[in-house]
């Protein structure tokens, strides 16, 4: 795929969906910062289900913290892996606490020295709390970047790393979110749905389907 084909493929994204955003429900960089925590291996669907009752009750490091390690396992024992979640969270908090105020830091650095926060959250964090143009890339995005020819690599360090060398600069803040939902409604694992997809004649994927 050429740059002609990718400023296009970005265009008709945009076109479709001007102001794309996370599926995870949060009202604060904390908030985000814990639903991107649990949402590992999980469903945004069900991480906003177990954050609709954690977040009324505890929505600071300080107030999870109150609720400690077994009380926070009540709330998110619906999500998988979430006896070692708590216990990241529990971590977090506390290094929140004691080295950042309380809050969410804004350096890749700092977050990515918080247990349960790898690169891939840092760049959720960093991208859609605090507006930097940082691209996480996930499974959809890592599946979308090589199946279209839009970044493709063998690694998701790699993908990242030429995504963001080949996305046009206006286009990369909401890279991520668009790639994200592309991947998850549309070009999905088994049956990509390319018969609905905007991008379908810029795409170099050789078995495109044609039909539900």
């Given amino acids: 795929m050429n740059q002609h084909k990718r400023r296009a493929v970005f265009e008709r994204l945009k076109s479709a969906n001007p102001k794309p955003a996370t599926e995870l429900n949060y009202s604060t960089p904390f908030e985000l910062l814990i ?22 009750a505890a929505n600071t490091p300080r107030a999870i913290l109150a609720l400690g390690e077994e009380g926070l396992k009540k709330y998110i024992q619906t999500i998988g892996l979430y006896n070692s979640k708590a216990r990241n ?3 977090t908090c506390a290094l929140l606490i004691e080295h950042h105020q309380g809050q969410v830091p ?3 650095k700092a977050l990515e020295a918080l247990p349960g926060v790898g690169r891939k959250t840092a760049n959720v964090i960093l991208n859609t709390a605090f507006g930097e143009p940082a691209i996480a890339v996930d499974t959809h995005i ?26 046009p600069a206006e286009f990369k803040h909401d890279t991520h979110h668009w790639l994200i939902l592309h991947g998850r409604y549309i070009c999905t694992a088994r049956k990509p749905r390319c018969y609905v997809c905007v991008i379908a004649d810029l795409c170099d994927y050789p078995h495109k389907t044609e039909h539900p």
């Fill in 35 to 56: 639903a991107v925590i649990l949402s590992a291996q999980a469903t945004d669907k069900g991480v906003n289900k177990a954050t609709q009752k954690l977040f009324p």
């Fill in 89 to 91: 969270i529990i971590r």
């Fill in 106 to 108: 804004h350096e890749r």
């Fill in 142 to 167: 890592f599946r979308v970047a090589n199946r279209t020819g839009l970044a493709p690599g063998k690694t998701v360090r790699q993908v990242e790393d030429k995504l963001n060398r080949l996305v």
